[in-house]
């Protein structure tokens, strides 16, 4: 539902699905193809977005789905490139707070 009906917007590391759900909070899915690497290097990928989430998951609007997608550049990189990826993507689809993007 989420990739028939939501939007989508990429950087260099991730892609970002995002649709407006009926709930009072955000429910994320993350995803990484087997093209990024091996379970080893495609668990250390999930569990650094999911680490951005969550220590950055306040500054985010609540209300909606959003499928993470991992591109192969996301391999080798630390947790600063990935949690700045996220983010930018969540300014770009207007769901970051206004009072958060300028800290």
Do not use: P, W
Not at 35 to 58: D, F
């Amino acid at each position: 539902m989420v990739y028939r009906k939501g939007k989508s917007c990429a950087n260099h590391y991730l892609v970002m699905y995002v649709l407006k759900n009926d709930f009072s909070f955000n429910r994320v899915g993350i995803s990484v193809s087997k093209k990024v690497g091996n379970s080893v290097v495609r668990h250390r990928v999930t569990r650094l977005i999911r680490e951005s989430y969550r220590l950055n998951g306040e500054k985010f609007y609540s209300g909606y789905d959003i499928v993470v997608i991992a591109r192969n550049t996301a391999k080798g990189k630390d947790y600063t490139d990935i949690s700045s990826a996220l983010l930018h993507l969540g300014k770009i689809h207007k769901i970051l707070k206004k009072e958060m993007i300028q800290s």
